[in-house]
């Protein structure tokens, strides 16, 4: 093992404590304390993982939590209409509606129906114009931890050739355009490309998010590279990422872990997103 590791559980509990304290500095004047509504229909294993984790997290710095657990048999009308209801209380900041949705709902019409001022997911179709086209927007949460946790660490990225593995709209995408506002040459890689190794050696800073256990090995890193895995894969021994961390890690400068690499700053960064949306509400 050569690569250090970009420790992604640290950092999020310094940007947790950041938060926690304006929190409190906000109820000690008696202003206005964010709230986070969680939306969960269904009964997704992985979903009541990740939706348990925001609500726990949200409480610790002291916003307001607000769960809606919904049957899996939940209509299309029925969650629209509970999104119509969060877009107009004013209690509510920041409204999340875990992914993926039972088969009867479509997501991108659920998406598209969320204030975009409360979307602290950044999925909405006019934050994620806003976010390619360079302009100010709520960015979604993994990829905004990625470039957080990149700047932490004082990685330079201008310049620098980034491989993007997977297309995704939630982290592919997304942080491709976030690198590229920070002067990377961005190369975006998926299912279809031919000779990924011979692609991925070329990079100064890979990105795997592709949901395949360690897809990516040694011998397709460059020595000295960059390498944040996005992957959070369940196997029997537990959870792996998408990069195969023992032969990547003799090769890379940097690495993240899995856990405790990308996943605490996608938490973080929907507090961050929480906090900033109710700060706008104040106003
Ligand atoms: N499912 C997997 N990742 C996410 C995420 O970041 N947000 C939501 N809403 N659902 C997800």
Redesign the pocket.
């Known amino acids: 093992m050569k690569a250090q590791i970009l420790d992604g559980k640290k950092v999020a509990e310094e940007v947790r404590a950041a938060i926690k304290k304006e929190v409190d500095e906000i109820k000690s004047k008696g202003g206005h304390i964010p709230g986070l509504a969680v939306v969960l229909v269904g009964e997704n294993p992985a979903?009541k993982v990740?939706v348990g984790q925001k609500e726990k997290k949200c409480k610790e710095v002291g916003f307001n939590s607000f769960l809606h657990k919904l049957p899996a048999s939940t209509t299309e009308g029925e969650l629209l209409k509970l999104i119509e209801t969060l877009n107009n209380d004013k209690a509510v900041d920041g409204i999340?509606?875990?992914?993926?949705l039972p088969q009867q709902i479509d997501s991108d019409k659920i998406l598209k129906a969320i204030d975009p001022s409360k979307d602290v997911?950044g999925?909405h179709p006019m934050n994620m114009g806003y976010l390619v086209a360079g302009l100010p927007a709520v960015h979604?949460?993994?990829p905004k931890g990625i470039m957080y946790l990149l700047d932490a660490y004082g990685i330079e990225i201008e310049g620098k050739h980034a491989v993007v593995v997977g297309r995704s709209n939630?982290v592919g995408k997304p942080i491709a355009h976030l690198l590229l506002d920070r002067n990377a040459t961005v190369t975006i890689c998926h299912s279809r490309t031919k000779d990924l190794g011979a692609i991925t050696r070329q990079a100064d800073i890979i990105v795997a998010a592709v949901g395949r256990p360690r897809m990516i090995t040694g011998s397709m890193v460059k020595e000295g590279a960059v390498v944040v895995d996005v992957g959070i894969n369940r196997l029997e021994e537990g959870l792996v990422g998408d990069v195969d961390f023992e032969t990547v890690g003799d090769v890379a400068s940097w690495i993240t872990p899995v856990p405790g690499g990308v996943g605490p700053l996608?938490i973080a960064m929907l507090l961050k997103n929480t906090l900033e949306a109710g700060r706008k509400s104040e106003r």
């Open positions: 979903s990740y999340l509606v875990q992914l993926p997911d999925f979604p949460c993994t939630i996608t």
